[in-house]
């Protein structure tokens, strides 16, 4: 007899612990460390889907305005823009920024402190968020930014000319 006809009366093995999905409507705004002028929603975390090494959810800012300085600890983090123009100020004095705008991803290594910022004046900004563990990390940090940030250039080291 196969194992898999022996086993026919018990849950199938991936039943529960195989692939979830997590409705849009079903997001968690409490279980997110919040930055001000940022409203983060939680899909995919340990609480709720039992994820070790990923944090995802969402991230809605309103228009004109943008979070204080803080940094994620640890963690990487992935920002994918779906709506909107995001734009980052990053550096020990928010010195650096860098724009995106939708279908562009932005990566945020660990401890970098950092500014989201929605670059529109009428348009919401929506992005998607990935962290890589599974509890969110948010460390709001006291700095004075300077007044004219240097723009940055990205330069893929892979593909570079």
């Keep these: 007899m196969s194992d898999h006809h022996h086993h026919s009366h018990d849950e199938p093995r991936w039943k529960h612990d195989g692939v979830r999905v997590i409705p849009a409507n079903s997001l968690d705004a409490g279980a997110v ?26 991230v809605t800012i309103k228009p004109d305005a943008k979070t ?21 100020r990053w550096g020990d004095k928010l010195e650096f920024t860098a724009e995106a705008g939708p279908g562009d991803f932005i990566f945020v290594p660990p401890y970098v402190p950092h500014q989201e910022i929605n ?14 563990d599974g509890q969110a990390v948010a460390i709001n940090l006291d700095i004075e930014p300077v007044e004219k940030p240097e723009l940055v250039k990205w330069i893929d080291p892979v593909h570079r000319e």
Excluded: N
């Design 68 to 88: 204080g300085a803080h940094h994620h600890g640890h963690l990487e983090s992935v920002i994918y823009v779906v709506r909107g123009k995001a734009r980052m």
């Design 33 to 58: 460390p919040s930055t001000t002028g940022m409203d983060r929603k939680a899909a995919i975390d340990f609480a709720r889907a039992g994820a070790q090494k990923l944090w995802a959810g969402t």
């Design 119 to 132: 670059a529109s004046p009428d348009e919401v900004l929506e992005c998607v968020l990935v962290r890589s």
